[in-house]
């Protein structure tokens, strides 16, 4: 089992950027799939921004142009840069790593954008 620790939330006005961060416990390259997901009250979890195994990003449509994922494998961490944070991206924010036919989670980090 991996060990996902999330920082980088907090509270921010509409407009303004925030960067998270998600350290793992081993060796990101021993994941076929790794990122973010969110989940905002009374909806479902969904995806925000993921590496692939192959190196590429997949990212939801609603953050395309102003979220970017990245990563620093010599720091097992990968990184979302939110840029033009809007009132309706305020949810509590996942980081996910896929390994080995399981998927582990981060204990999340709460993202609130006020208008």
């Known amino acids: 089992q991996v060990q996902l620790v999330e920082s980088g939330g907090g509270s921010v006005q509409a407009g303004g950027p925030l960067r998270l961060s998600c350290v793992a416990s081993?060796?990101?390259?021993?994941?076929?799939?790794m990122g973010w997901y969110r989940q905002a009250p009374g909806k479902q979890r969904e995806l925000v921004a993921t590496?692939?195994?192959?190196?590429?990003?997949v990212d939801a449509d609603s953050v395309k142009g102003r979220f970017t994922i990245s990563r620093d494998n010599a720091k097992n961490t990968v990184y979302l840069q939110m840029n033009s944070l809007k009132p309706e991206d305020t949810a509590v924010y996942y980081c996910?790593?896929?390994?080995?036919?399981?998927?582990?989670w981060g204990q999340g980090t709460q993202v609130t954008v006020s208008s």
């Open positions: 081993r060796s990101i390259f021993s994941f076929n799939v």
């Open positions: 590496f692939t195994s192959g190196g590429s990003t």
């Open positions: 996910a790593a896929d390994a080995y036919g399981r998927r582990d």
